[in-house]
């Protein structure tokens, strides 16, 4: 600041002051007394001109230090002003998501339960809409609206195990919706977090704190009350919808394999969530067309032309009908992979258990089906419990996430004092 500062003579005040104190280069000796006099004189110039201009100085010094706190004041008001905006456009960017979520699942499920009023071939029909899905995400990526994924050979094996827990849970969901009501086929659903746990404990040998296990009890006991004496039961439907439950169990888990990036498991790239659930829908496509052809081949031509009779619709409406809900099964998923993306764990539990809320409302105000006051109350008690069990074993795992970086702390102290001595 000092150096930056000019005087009314143009020299540096810095300059003045060092010049004060610098030696003169001709020695008293062989100077000659004119010179020592006019060196005294222009010594006691300066001294009397020195003091104002370092007081200049500072002065000037000091108000170019207040002019930049002011500026800094500002600048940091106005990071404060940009960090609140971006916190408000990414929280309203989730709430988007959820909301989209949710609407497309509502409608999803409407549609495909009308779809299989109509033609009574679930895993035909699910067939067709993992087909539908698999064109979707297969043109996004040659019209360039998003980067083309690249699979490892052990990329492509771990999604294929994902595309096969797929195929199957939503298969059995499929013949569940078919044979039961919505309500129905969501309120067993709601025991999903139950059958993860014990995947993860008996296939990967991950256990949880007795306390994490002691929340699934309401959930068991709400859904069990639920389904007892109720009129719309059905084994059909309630042993697809727990096969469902295990199917997707075994997706979580092997999801979250391949999708964790080490040296040992690299999948490969490109592989956002909106990719991924592509990669797998495709996989899932090709896994269920056996299946559709040994179950249902001999019975899809006969089903398709009763429904032409029945429900007095034209084929092309019929096809319409079926490709309208594809789309909108896998737009459903895609949508729930981007908001899941971006929040944490505990928001997914609690989003998958207000979906099927919402999903066991729409279906009752739209197909009529009646609900008694058991299955209330039980659906109540176990979606309470859903959220309970996702909130404790959050906890424990913060407790275990914090311990651990404890004793990692401690063990690099450790090792420095060692080194030290």
């Not at 004119?34 to 200049?56: E, F, Y």
């Not at 859904?223 to 295990?246: D, I, T």
């Not at 084929?315 to 896998?330: E, K, N, R, T």
Request: with cysteine; charged share 10%; proline share 4%.
């Amino acid at each position: 600041a000092l150096c930056a500062v000019q005087t009314q003579h143009g020299v540096c005040a810095f300059e003045k002051i060092s010049s004060r104190n610098k030696k003169p280069s001709v020695s008293s000796s062989s100077a000659s007394p004119h010179t020592l006099k006019a060196s005294a004189s222009h010594k006691k110039m300066m001294s009397s001109s020195s003091t104002p201009t370092v007081t200049t100085t500072n002065n000037n010094a000091m108000s170019h230090s207040s002019s930049n706190t002011s500026s800094s004041s500002e600048v940091l008001r106005g990071g404060a002003l940009t960090t609140r905006t971006t916190q408000l456009l990414h929280t309203l960017k989730v709430l988007s998501y959820f909301a989209l979520w949710y609407a497309l699942n509502v409608i999803y499920n409407i549609l495909n339960k009308k779809v299989l009023n109509d033609i009574p071939a679930p895993v035909s029909i699910g067939s067709v809409q993992f087909g539908v899905g698999a064109v979707y995400a297969y043109m996004k990526w040659v019209l360039k609206i998003a980067p083309t994924p690249k699979l490892t050979p052990a990329g492509k094996t771990s999604i294929s195990k994902v595309g096969i827990y797929h195929s199957a849970g939503q298969l059995l969901s499929m013949v569940s919706l078919g044979a039961g009501p919505v309500s129905f086929t969501h309120i067993v659903k709601a025991l999903e977090p139950f059958f993860s746990a014990a995947v993860s404990a008996l296939v990967f040998g991950k256990w949880m704190k007795p306390q994490v296990y002691a929340t699934l009890i309401p959930v068991v006991g709400g859904v069990g009350y639920a389904c007892m004496k109720e009129r719309s039961f059905s084994w059909l439907a309630f042993n697809c919808a727990m096969g469902s439950n295990v199917a997707f169990a075994l997706r979580a888990v092997m999801s979250k394999s391949a999708l964790t990036k080490t040296k040992t498991n690299y999948v490969g790239d490109n592989l956002g969530p909106s990719n991924l659930f592509g990669v797998v829908t495709i996989y899932a496509f090709l896994l269920s067309i056996p299946s559709a052809l040994m179950l249902e081949g001999t019975k899809l031509i006969p089903l398709f032309q009763q429904a032409l009779e029945t429900t007095g619709k034209t084929s092309q409406q019929l096809i319409q009908a079926i490709c309208v809900s594809g789309l909108f099964h896998y737009l459903n998923n895609e949508v729930m992979y981007l908001a899941l993306s971006n929040v944490h764990p505990v928001t997914l539990a609690v989003g998958n258990t207000m979906k099927r809320v919402f999903i066991i409302v729409a279906s009752v105000l739209v197909f009529r089906n009646p609900v008694s006051k058991q299955a209330a109350v039980g659906s109540a008690i176990g979606i309470s419990g859903v959220l309970l069990y996702s909130l404790t074993k959050q906890y424990y795992e913060k407790l275990e996430a914090s311990a651990a970086e404890a004793a990692s702390a401690a063990s690099s102290v450790s090792m420095r004092n060692a080194k030290r001595k």
